[in-house]
């Protein structure tokens, strides 16, 4: 509702409310076809001067949103989510079974029409005496039925269905007392669906109208349709339903809470933030030692800025890489923290090495170039497995594997036909996945075919995409925009990429999620330029796929986003996911923890033995020539730090018991004191250093006579 505050509300208010069109034509439908043309009188809203006056304006009535049950078909409580019957659906088989409201009205031409509305089933008339007609030129106040009455009526119409569908034996009356006490009520009524949905297991019912294969079960008898409903019963109490089917996807991650680092460990003061980076780029980059950010102004700057050294940076001249062309893309080495790859417009790739302590001055002399392409560079990307392996993309929709210890290329692909907006490498590293402007998704395999090997149908929208392997290379997660540019994730299975197994729409806005996957706790960080929140999901293999979690709100707008490796994670803090956030000005930490109770031990349901992605599995050469390596795994679990599942197993505690009371050469280790032991054997050493004197001091001292106390 919106209202215009006013000083007063008892006066009409002409200046807001001018007359409007009225509900009442004077041009008829057959005046309209002979060419007669007439405007809608107009009318006003000020009370004062309605044609009735005061009388009060009786609403038309309209049908509920729910229908009562039809009484001559099945009817059980284990249908929890029923088709309602649509309004006006069975017609009575007698006037007086179901009495209708009727209204007449005179329209401009003196035609009167009447109108019967039936709601839900439930008919009404105008209550009379008896022996008296009905007028039906002059309506009383006491004939409208109100809404009360309506409801009344209403729920004893349904009370009565309920009562006979379950088999109650109620006579026959002209109506039902809401108070009587052979209606069912509202506990009993529970009772009876919690009792038979114990086992009983039944199918979503349809559309109650029937079908031509519905009306030939009708001649079915009584008898038939227990014996069948009992079978029925038999056979699906041995169904089983999955937990998270009935009750929900409860996930560990449910609660996780984002915090951001202590301002003492920020990076301020950056300033001249490039705004002209594409949309194919993240904009920021960030590994365990140091963040790059590009920066605005001529000759493609890049500022490199250290970790361990924060606080405000000084005015004046930053340390920058400087390109000489306009930057499109840059990316960290995964496996070389000083390695940094940057693509030019020009289709060179240049390789930077920052030295130790980070940049000191401006630097303009790459330890390494590259002519990849005759046209600009649009998407770099490091192989996640393999060291020295980089793949290009241009505007000439050619992507080039290049090895970068000899520097030539190895492999050209080919297969799209418009623009291509990302691309993403498989987690085993086998496989590439690209989306196109096209709204193409397509999968690659780089080493045995240089066409695709499997399409699909991506989002609609052609603003800008993303996509990411999640849950070992079986989906697909893909961001994008729809036909009204709403930001949209959709979730594909990786061998059938026409049609999305889960989609989520989130809102309207024209930044571009970037995806961040985490596979060990298989959650999904989302956030575009611009946003204040970063929206966090968990990607299942079961529906709904795509579950939310608690989204992080950002104190101030995010220009860009990095997470790191996994060794980076506190794991003490049970902290799982560990970023760096670019704002308008400063670098900040971003942690991801869940919340504990006993958080002095190690979450081994948490944290998985994880992949070690940041050394390199591979070389380039067995690689290129055709061998596959899975990643080593590395458990998370701190020196000394007890594990939690050893707290919840039994057998675990007493082993560990039975080790610790054993000596290397067998001897038995003295039992383990408590507390009042020790502190027994404390006071007793205590009082055997300190001799026992029991003399008093008033002893040794001398009194008065006797006899003086007498006197």
Not at 6 to 14: E, L, P
Not at 156 to 164: F, G, H, P, Q, R
Not at 240 to 256: A, M, P, Q
Not at 384 to 402: E, Q, R
């Amino acid at each position: 509702m919106y209202q215009v505050p006013r000083k007063s509300y008892r006066d009409f208010h002409s200046d807001l409310f001018p007359d409007t069109n009225g509900y009442k034509s004077e041009l008829s439908a057959t005046q309209w076809i002979n060419g007669i043309d007439a405007n809608v009188p107009k009318i006003s809203l000020d009370p004062a001067k309605r044609e009735l006056g005061d009388a009060p304006i009786i609403p038309r009535l309209g049908p509920k949103p729910f229908s009562g049950s039809n009484t001559h078909g099945e009817f059980s409580f284990d249908k929890v989510f029923n088709v309602p019957q649509a309004p006006c659906s069975e017609m009575p088989d007698k006037d007086a079974a179901n009495p209708a409201i009727v209204d007449q009205s005179q329209d401009a031409n003196g035609e009167q029409n009447e109108e019967n509305l039936c709601l839900d089933g439930i008919k009404f008339t105008d209550e009379v005496e008896h022996g008296h007609e009905r007028n039906y030129d002059y309506v009383e106040d006491t004939s409208v039925i109100s809404t009360a009455e309506l409801r009344k009526n209403y729920e004893k119409n349904i009370s009565a269905e309920s009562v006979d569908q379950f088999d109650v034996t109620v006579e026959e009356k002209g109506e039902f007392d809401r108070q009587s006490s052979q209606r069912t009520s509202i506990a009993e009524r529970r009772r009876m669906y919690e009792g038979r949905s114990q086992s009983v297991q039944e199918d979503k019912h349809g559309s109650p109208t029937l079908l031509r294969s519905d009306l030939t079960k009708e001649n079915v008898t009584d008898t038939n349709k227990r014996s069948n409903s009992a079978q029925s019963i038999q056979n699906n109490t041995t169904v089983s339903k999955r937990t998270s089917t009935v009750f929900g996807r409860v996930s560990k991650f449910r609660h996780l809470k984002g915090t951001p680092g202590q301002r003492g460990t920020n990076i301020e003061n950056i300033r001249n933030l490039s705004r002209q980076i594409p949309g194919e780029c993240d904009g920021f980059h960030a590994n365990a030692e140091r963040v790059a950010v590009p920066i605005a102004g001529a000759g493609g700057k890049i500022a490199v800025l250290e970790l361990n050294k924060p606080g405000r940076l000084p005015d004046g001249v930053m340390a920058t890489l400087v390109n000489k062309q306009n930057i499109m893309d840059f990316q960290w080495d995964p496996f070389d923290a000083k390695r940094l790859a940057v693509a030019c417009d020009d289709g060179s790739v240049k390789l930077w090495l920052i030295p130790d302590g980070g940049l000191i001055e401006p630097t303009n002399e790459p330890a390494a170039e590259l002519v990849a392409h005759t046209d600009k560079i649009n998407i770099i990307r490091f192989h996640p497995l393999a060291k020295n392996v980089l793949l290009t993309i241009s505007s000439d929709l050619y992507m080039k594997i290049w090895d970068l210890t000899e520097m030539v290329e190895k492999y050209c692909l080919r297969g799209h036909t418009d623009q291509i907006l990302c691309f993403s490498w498989s987690q085993c590293g086998k496989y590439g996945a690209t989306i196109a402007k096209d709204t193409r998704i397509r999968i690659f395999e780089p080493r045995k075919n240089e066409e695709p090997i499997r399409e699909g149908t991506g989002p609609v929208g052609t603003r800008g995409a993303r996509i990411v392997w999640a849950l070992e290379d079986e989906y697909l997660v893909v961001t994008g925009f729809d036909k009204v540019s709403e930001r949209q994730i959709y979730v594909y299975k990786s061998t059938d990429l026409n049609i999305p197994v889960g989609m989520v729409g989130l809102d309207v806005s024209p930044a571009i999620l970037m995806p961040f996957y985490d596979e060990d706790s298989s959650t999904l960080f989302a956030t575009g330029k611009g946003d204040v929140r970063i929206y966090c999901f968990e990607i299942t293999d079961e529906t709904p796929f795509i579950c939310p979690l608690s989204h992080h709100r950002c104190a101030s707008m995010t220009q860009g986003l990095s997470f790191l490796t996994k060794n980076n994670c506190d794991v003490a803090s049970v902290e799982f996911a560990k970023a760096q956030r670019l704002t308008n000005g400063t670098v900040e930490a971003l942690s991801f923890t869940v919340p504990r109770i006993k958080s002095d031990l190690f979450q081994d349901d948490l944290f998985p033995p994880t992949k070690v992605l940041w050394e390199a599995t591979i070389t380039a050469e067995e690689w290129f020539a055709g061998k596959d390596v899975e990643p080593a795994r590395k458990s998370l679990q701190p020196v000394g730090m007890d594990a939690l599942s050893s707290l919840n197993n039994p057998a675990a505690q007493n082993l560990k018991k039975i080790e610790s009371s054993e000596t290397p050469y067998g001897y038995a280790k003295s039992p383990v004191k408590s507390a009042e032991q020790v502190k027994e054997e404390i006071k007793n050493a205590v009082s055997a250093r300190m001799p026992v004197n029991k003399t008093l001091e008033q002893d040794s001292m001398e009194g008065v006579d006797e006899k003086e106390w007498e006197e």
